[in-house]
């Protein structure tokens, strides 16, 4: 598929500076671009560090950043990150479909509610009492639990675990290997043995939700794990019971967060992330990458470090414990002077 | 399905401050509890904070503690926690039941031994000189391991993945998405390359065990990887090859586990702990989330921070290094003073 | 099966210090060893700790350690590890073979080319335009996308999920679990909503290359996640999308590498380590368990830490710490003596 930079220009409402004839055959990052491809500057650092390297034969980048010395065809745009999906849209690959239909070998219960157009791959198993709403994607492998209710527009990837009396919004995506319902983690100590605390309550994801391969999300103690529209959920993430999570947040890969714990709106958890149980997270709080979070968290705030604090006082921690080599020096100094001082004292 | 609060009180051995005979439907989290569900107070910090607000038409709470406020109907109990699993039973739904039978789907070797009672879920595959314990449950999609053996009275959920010669107890629980089995992680350096060291041991889960949403066990270099009678696993860990875990111990989520350590009986390890490789942690050791534990632990202790050392000692840690402006301030203030006396000497 | 410790020697071409004729039956750690069995002392710590009370027969070491107090027959061979794989191998179960041929319940779309002599298990299910080469082995519920390429001599695991277009080389073992080529996890915010950014790249994954349980790695926004060839990764670790790891390098237990960031050749990273997004790792780093990579790293170091710093530096910055109360302590006394010495000068 060959299109040519004018072409790619036109698409996105940017102007071309240099060869608007040339043929762009794909896309590709800026390091690994070869010949023919178009590749992209998303900030001035990436420009500076690798636009004179590129062997890419146009570059996509924002009115205001320099070229940093490439000898690609630009692609000026106001918004080069946007511009840049529409392109790589354009190159993309016809999309994998998976036409209506249930496939011979899929297991479901009589009393299953099947929406129209539904997909439903090969040995997917789905228990009495559940329902699945219209065009959901059910792929290979997958199981839905008794009285699961599934919404409308859901795409169900290979392999994901939905237990018993779940509820799943409209438009949710889920990745391969996702458990969705597992019983929470929850012991008492009785005659110096744990005993299992039945986990009665169930899971709740709202709509237009993502949810990442891998990631476990655990059915509550009782009433409901909750999952707010709109947030986005990355691989191998674990969200214990009773946990509530906002609307339109951000959960990075391999974050925890611990039983009953609340995250408000538009919460960000970076990587590996730890959040203690009971806690409240206020909305808009962010936490960098492997930030542990022990206590609650005022609205607004951007914290770090562990256990978790302000970024700029975990930073200006950080300085002060860089600075101990030096504060140690003058601490010896110090006691020299002092010395010396009282020596001269004593022999006046 | 209603219930006077007073039959409650029955149920659960308590007293009633306020209106015993109220109907209550159901069981909720003292800040999602609406009209007419009774809810919990399990700590002093969470009757301060929530019971006045509380919506719930009434409120478990353990003798001594106040009610903070809270207008709802109390119930006193001496020991909250065990009254409301209770009353949370009372209120739950009818368990899914899985009657003994196997779906004519399962793939199942000709010579596996099955007990008496068990439950084949639909795709089960159970593999060459395998043996199931009597009422076992194994749920869809399952996978048992040539020559793998369960014991009595398992629930193995959908999806889980046992390898070949794994010895399963009695009355363990596996969450979905579980591996147990799969090879260590061990390699030589020859000539430059990683050449895989085999794997030829074995896993082997006492009895009462319950391992949590994708964990994964892997097998011994050589030997057994074990886990001892008793211990809880939560979702997403990670233990290694040839690790031993005593009895009772209780394994938090995404903790990670290196090859060859031992941990004693109860052993307590938080959220996102690693522990190193050939290590020895004695009965009884608590570890806070994301400790770091590098070296051999005693027996008991509570341990915290990176590399992990014991709590109080990584407390006054923290609290020196938050004093360091402090420090740094006197540091400047002892050189000013000195300098003026030694101004002073000079001028003598 | 019994062998005399005689003719283990000659397997590994080692010396016997004791009785040669004494018959083994197996193999096993140096704690759990009992009477009959052949354990090793991989270096000096372990004999000094262990030698004396192993119940082992006989004991494998290198030639210049110290048997320490060791009452069992030795075996003295060069490089003990080497030997004790022989030996383990030597006494190992016959390993599960899967014989070539598919199994009837295979879902396998009719313009698949399953290469000659493969293995394919119950429930697997292959899409479309996708390719297995030569002798692959292919195990229970068991998932392969559309257009996707697998080598020769692969071993894929029960469970294992792969998408559509991805690429897998030769001799590539893949464990239960895994997810392969899962959207990457981008987002634009428009109008207060996370959009999502189509993934439309794929994932390559070069030859001889393991990939430990339950790991999940990330198909590319566009171009190609890569994994080079020979590098080895351990259970539960997350590579995000548009990463780049070079050959020979060892990714251990739940690791993550957030997107687009570039590890080179032999690079090592010990569990928990986390590394952010658009960063370059040289080759030949280590970084030690649990530290947190927040910037590009020059070839050959070795870091620790959060945020990551070369080792001696982060050891040296917790000796610091360390010393803080003997700091304090010292400024105390300073104060003390300085004000002494003003009372003296104020008083002349």
């Known amino acids: 598929m060959k ?69 690609a065809q630009l692609l000026r745009v106001k918004d080069p990150d946007t511009a840049f999906v529409k392109i790589a849209d354009h190159f993309a690959p016809e999309p994998i479909r998976y036409p209506p239909g249930i496939h011979p070998t899929a297991v479901i219960a009589d009393d299953v509610e099947l929406g129209r157009g539904v997909s439903i791959g090969a040995y997917v198993v789905i228990e009495p009492g559940a329902r699945i709403g219209d065009r959901c994607i059910i792929l290979p492998h997958t199981y839905v639990g008794h009285y699961t209710r599934i919404g409308a527009d859901c795409l169900l990837h290979s392999g994901v ?58 059915r509550a103690r009782f009433g409901k794990t909750h999952i707010g529209r709109g947030t986005k959920i990355d691989n191998l993430v674990q969200i214990g019971h009773n946990v509530w999570v906002g609307e339109t947040c ?24 730890g959040v203690g149980g009971h806690l409240d997270i206020g909305d808009g709080v962010t936490a960098a990458g492997k930030a542990g979070i022990t206590k609650d968290i005022e609205p607004g705030q951007i914290i770090s470090g562990v256990p978790a604090q302000p970024l700029d006082k975990e930073r200006r921690m950080q300085v002060y414990v860089r600075r101990l080599p030096k504060a140690y020096e003058k601490i010896r100094e110090l006691h020299e002077r002092l010395t010396a001082l009282e020596e001269a004292a004593k022999n006046d």
């Open 3 to 71: 299109t040519t930079l004018g072409q790619l220009a036109e698409l996105v409402v940017g102007t071309v500076e240099g060869d608007a004839d040339i043929a762009i055959t794909g896309v590709a990052g800026i390091r690994e671009a070869r010949k023919g491809q178009i590749t992209f500057i998303a900030n001035a650092r990436y420009g500076k560090l690798y636009a004179a390297g590129t062997k890419a034969s146009a570059v996509v980048l924002a009115d205001d950043i320099s070229a940093g010395g490439c000898r």
């Open 161 to 218: 675990k939905i237990r018993e009396r779940s509820t799943i919004g409209n438009r949710v995506v889920i990745h391969c290997g996702v458990v969705i319902g597992a019983d929470g983690f929850g012991f008492n100590i009785v005659e110096g043995k744990h005993v299992k605390i039945p986990q009665v309550g169930t899971v709740e994801i709202e709509d237009d939700v993502e949810i990442g391969a891998n990631v476990t999300i655990d």
């Open 250 to 273: 951000i959960v990075v890969s391999q974050v925890g967060i611990a039983g009953s714990t609340r995250l408000g709106d538009y919460v960000i958890l970076a990587g590996q992330v």
